[in-house]
Structure formats: C-alpha cells, structure tokens
C-alpha cells in the first residue's frame, strides 16, 4: 500500500531502524534517531542494489517517487543509477575528463577540419542520439567490450548499419 505524508510525519523512531513500503522499490528508512530517509531498490546485471534519494523532508514524498521513476527508466535502458551518480559526481570535481564523450568529442575536433559540414552534423548526431546516453558518462577504461557491442546492435537492430559502421571507426 502507498505511503501517505501523514502516515510519513507519523513514524516514530524504534530501537533499531525499520523500513516502509511505499511500492515500486520506494521505501522510507525510519532511523533510531528519528531521521527518516528515501531508499529505491532494484535489481542490476542480476543482483539487488540500493540507492539513496534524499532524507524527508528535504525530499517529499512526490519528489521522492518522482526520482524512483527516473532511477526506473535508467535501469530500464541497462544504466546503473548508482554508477550515473558516481561518476556525475566525479564529472563535477574535474575528473571526468576521461568519460567516453569527452574523448569521442576531442576525436571529433581532430578530424574537424576533414570532413564535409554534412558528414560532421551527422557524426555528431549520432553519438548524441545513440551513444553518448548509453555509455558517454562512463570512462573510457571501464567500458568493456560487451558494452560497446550493445550500443553497436541497437544501431543494427534499428537498421541502420551505415551509422554503425561510422560509429564504430
């Protein structure tokens, strides 16, 4: 059953910590000292993992949920929400340097100057719209092949091996 924002306001801290379903992997931890905090529970590559949305009530209830779903879709679309953070996080203190999309976009300055204007839009197009929202927040020493294979057959899969075969140079 749904949690409610009285039923929220209204858990009292125990001895130890409890949890309260809300549904969809959302619950509520209710610690000993009476800070209660966001959790979603999920399943990725196989085996259960835990992400913190934000303690109550910085958070609401309907932010809460609201970031449920949008961890949700990730991992719908074979993205670790977990992982997103960290490396978001590692992005914001400069070390992100190394992701995949800044390396394809430092490729992509290099050879600049050698293709037509047309050719240049559509490589870049490309990497947006099928790359970079899969793998281009990653960095490039984490991806493993399997990985790049995927991106690769969603292309093929889609039917266009043109492309595949550009972003695959």
């Given amino acids: 059953m749904a949690l409610t924002d009285l039923e929220i306001r209204c858990a009292k801290p125990q001895e130890k910590p409890y949890t309260k379903a809300d549904g969809n992997g959302l619950s509520l931890l209710v610690e000993p ?18 992400l913190s949305l934000g303690t109550y009530p ?12 949008e961890a949700k879709k990730l991992v719908m679309v074979g ?6 953070r960290k490396e978001q996080k590692l992005v914001q203190q ?39 929202p899969y793998i281009g927040y990653r960095p490039i020493k984490e991806i493993k092949p399997l990985e790049l294979m995927a991106v690769l057959s969603k292309l093929e899969k889609r039917g266009a091996t043109e492309k595949m075969r550009k972003v695959r140079q």
């Fill in 58 to 69: 910085a958070v609401s209830l309907t932010e809460a949920r609201r970031k449920r779903d």
């Fill in 33 to 50: 000292n009476g800070s209660k905090g966001w959790r979603f529970r999920y399943r990725f590559a196989g085996k259960p993992k835990m």
């Fill in 79 to 84: 993205i670790n929400p977990s992982d997103l």
């Fill in 94 to 132: 400069g070390e992100g340097s190394n992701t995949f999309e800044a390396i394809t976009r430092e490729w992509y300055q290099r050879r600049y100057d050698r293709w037509s204007e047309s050719y240049r839009l559509e490589m870049m197009s490309t990497f947006e719209r099928d790359v970079f």
